[in-house]
């Protein structure tokens, strides 16, 4: 029995003796793995010190998209920043603020890439017209901002002509009203004339892409100006006249061909 038992340990013995290089090399291997974990992540922060501290951190590239008036030099101005400026102290909120500040900018977004790129994206104030001025035309923003920086030969269509507007007061009121408006209704709008009387100074004159003439005023007009496709709709496609949108809406046909040409005339010579 004694005998068994000693055979026994024996085994036991010689079990753990065999497994000592095992344990040995597993161990070493460990430590190797530690040591070179330890080694990468200081060759990381002595990169990232090299980085932070010289001009690898600095903006390399500056991207504006979505301007159309304002140029992206002007934008830059306002925003600060430069390809010396390091990416890691751009404030994004104050830039957008700074950008903001400028009549044409609606919206500004500062979108940081790292290592080393900026976008700007720009929303600008939507045009609601052109105004004549002297000979040239110049776009009208939402906010009542002529772009006298930008003088078209001819207006480009896309969007109503204001005329005889002398007061800054009823265009402003004339640009909050067309902003108002759906695209649909205000694509219909050729021109507009500035038409005030001693009684009422809000009187205005439309020429309409579809040939008719629209007698309104500013005051609620484009609330006013909702009914207009649903009365020409309901009318002879050879007729023509005069849609009246004030008080009430209603229409006046020209009771001549001379009247028509006359109104032509007149839209002409302004």
Do not use: C
Request: no cysteine.
């Amino acid at each position: 029995m004694r005998k068994g038992r000693t055979e026994m340990n024996e085994k036991k013995i010689v079990s753990i003796e065999d497994r000592i290089p095992t344990l040995k090399q597993a161990r070493k291997k460990k430590e190797n793995r530690r040591l070179i974990f330890y080694i990468a992540i200081f060759f990381v922060l002595i990169a990232i010190i090299v980085y932070l501290q010289t001009p690898l951190s600095d903006i390399h590239t500056l991207h504006v998209t979505g301007n159309q008036y304002i140029s992206d030099d002007d934008i830059l101005a306002k925003s600060g920043l430069t390809t010396d400026t390091n990416i890691w102290s751009v404030n994004k909120a104050s830039i957008e603020q700074a950008i903001e500040k400028h009549p044409v900018v609606a919206d500004a977004e500062v979108d940081r890439q790292l290592p080393w790129t900026v976008h700007i994206r720009i929303t600008e104030y939507e045009r609601v017209g052109y105004v004549k001025q002297d000979e040239s035309f110049s776009p009208l923003l939402e906010n009542g901002v002529i772009l006298d920086s930008v003088k078209l030969k001819s207006p480009k269509g896309d969007a109503p002509t204001l005329f005889g507007f002398t007061e800054k007061a009823y265009l402003n009121r004339m640009t909050n009203e067309l902003k108002k408006l759906p695209d649909a209704i205000r694509g219909l709008i050729s021109e507009i004339y500035w038409n005030p009387t001693d009684g009422n100074k809000n009187k205005i004159m439309l020429y309409m892409n579809d040939g008719f003439v629209v007698d309104g005023v500013i005051r609620r007009f484009a609330d006013r100006m909702e009914a207009y496709p649903s009365i020409v709709s309901q009318l002879d496609s050879k007729t023509r006249g005069i849609v009246h949108i004030g008080v009430g809406a209603y229409f006046e046909a020209f009771e001549t061909d001379e009247e028509e040409v006359e109104a032509n005339a007149a839209n002409s010579e302004d």
